[in-house]
DNA sequence: CTCAATTTGTTCGTATGTATG
DNA sequence: ACATACATACGAACAAATTGA
């Protein structure tokens, strides 16, 4: 066991882990930069307070990961740039949404298709329709899986295209559908783990910490049309929001194509 | 070491933990109620398809936490309310961010000052003044810490009051501020890892999860008044977002008392 | 009160992983 | 690389407490 007056007693995890993660924090945030050289073991030896074998099961855990490059005589160095694994930023608006969706190259695979589940559990406003169709798949960035989405949508209104809805972002054409106007959307966004499921379907580890969207969708006539529950890995998501928006609802076009503001 | 066809593998994370993160996300969820009895270990051996002994490992933890009781005979029990630990709800607009803080009974520790240091490193907008304060500090809840911010306040405002400045929430002061102008305000948000430092202070383990959030404000000069980096439990942490807020910046005014929309 | 069913707690033997010096 | 100590994980059998018949 290790020694006595640090600070890594009160996680029960692995100390090599709990190194390894600090390591990788380093280096996420340029700390340690790309290409660079970092601290010797020497060094290591006395910032984190642990022995070098310790310290050399983390770093043959990022090493695993092709994180770092360990050369003997030479030293371990930066082998992955981690700063640009962030890339995907949460929609903030519906109108983000849509051009999010739109632009980004995504292939859709349906994974399983328990298509007349039960109507959506939720945490939101708007009423239950009288029945859903349910959908569940993973969305890809070059080959890689970034979130897995389980998504409710109103049966009426899935059956206009089901074949549409089933193979491409709904949002979109939620959005273009005349005879649907949207009255509300919200989001929830939480910090959870991976359960089995998640883990698989994003190629993470069971246990790992995901940031969990809840979003809903209501109608004119008060309607839950939308309900999704959506997962992705916590290294690759962010949310940047402008603390200065209007905090009132405001227009009601969504369908428009403006871009940013002049 | 444990079976077969687990999902488990790909974690290095002792196989125990991982099972405990799971059953806590079980009660946070609701899936197991507060009170109720959770499934017996022969059918969790089936569930998980783990031994015994790592099914008592993990729901020791669980019982070292509070977060069960368990009775020889009996069975075990739900015995803390998990649903309603995520009660910080990250303010989205400066609006909120003022009632937030000001409405909410919060204990402002300052632990470290180094008074004037080097300037906010910062990913964001606005031109750095010339001189910054910098404070560290804890709020707590009901005696529980549940944020770390390390703040830069631009040198000349801070001076105005600094004795205000140390001890009280910030944004409403800066907000208050005649000759003070907002002009932007954004905030960014990331999950990232606890280090030492933060999960001393927030009675957490090092490499667990936190939401960090990177907040600045910029006046009418294009100069960063305010810099904070901010973490909190990801336990504890959530966003509501309202998709259908205008995406343009809107009216000026802060420093209104008006309440929700009629 | 006793009995049986249920459920958690304990122990043994064995193997591997983690951590220190 | 070695010696040592402790933690994790399995399976299986057995012990002890609780409940209700």
Redesign the pocket.
Known sequence: ???DTTVFQKS?M????QVAKLMRHQIESQAWGFGEQIPTLDELERTYR?????LR?ALGQLEEMGIVRRTRGLGTFVAKDLSQERWFKLPTTLDELVEAVADLKIRLLPIEEGSSSRPAPSIACGELGPSYRRLLRVHYRDDTPYCLISVHVDGEIFDVAPQEFSSKPIIPQLVALRGVRIEQAKQTMRITVANETTARHLDIGVGDPVAHVCRTIVDDRNRIIYYAEIEYPAQMFQIEMDLMRSATPAPRRTRTTSKRRP
């Not at 692995?14 to 882990?17: A, I």
């Not at 642990?50 to 310790?54: A, D, E, P, Q």
């Open positions: 066991m290790h020694s029960r692995p100390l090599y882990l642990v022995s070098r074998i310790t099961a």
